[in-house]
C-alpha cells in the first residue's frame, strides 16, 4: 500500500496537484461516464425499438406485395434487413460490456477511481 501513495504522490507531482485532488478528479470523472454509459446504452436500447418496428414494417409490406414464402423483392430489404440485424448483434454485446462499468461507476466510483489510476500507472 505504500508503493501506491508513492507512486500516487510522484503522478501527482508531475501533475503539479495533490493526491487528494487527482482522486477527486477520478471521482468526478466516475460521474461523467456514468452519464456517458447511460446515454448509450438508452441509444442501444432505442435501436432495438426502431429495430423491431423497421423489421415488422418491412415484413408487412413484403406480404402486401408478394404472398409467397420463399425469395426476396426487388427493392433488397433482406439485405437491409441482415445489415441491422449485424448492428444490433454488435450493439447488444458492447451494451453488455458496458453494464459492468455502469454498475461500478454508480455502486462504487471509487473502486473506478483507483482501477484507473491503478492502470495508468501500470503502465
Not at 406485395?65 to 448483434?89: C, M, P, Q, S
Not at 453488455?96 to 482501477?115: H, Q, R
Amino acid at each position: 500500500m505504500e508503493q501506491l501513495t508513492d507512486l500516487l504522490r510522484e503522478l501527482a507531482d508531475k501533475l503539479g496537484t495533490t493526491v487528494d485532488h487527482l482522486y477527486q478528479v477520478m471521482i468526478t470523472q466516475a460521474k461523467v461516464e456514468i452519464i456517458s454509459n447511460s446515454i448509450f446504452l438508452i441509444i442501444i436500447i432505442a435501436w432495438l425499438v426502431l429495430f423491431k418496428k423497421i423489421y415488422k414494417y418491412l415484413y408487412a409490406k413484403k406480404i402486401e406485395r408478394d404472398k409467397e414464402i420463399y425469395g426476396w423483392d426487388e427493392n433488397g430489404w433482406f439485405w437491409a434487413l441482415i445489415g441491422h440485424a449485424v448492428l444490433t448483434v454488435i450493439l447488444v454485446i458492447i451494451g453488455l460490456l458496458e453494464i459492468d462499468i455502469l454498475l461500478t461507476l454508480i455502486i462504487n466510483p471509487e473502486y473506478w477511481a483507483l482501477d484507473k489510476i491503478l492502470t495508468f500507472i501500470s503502465h
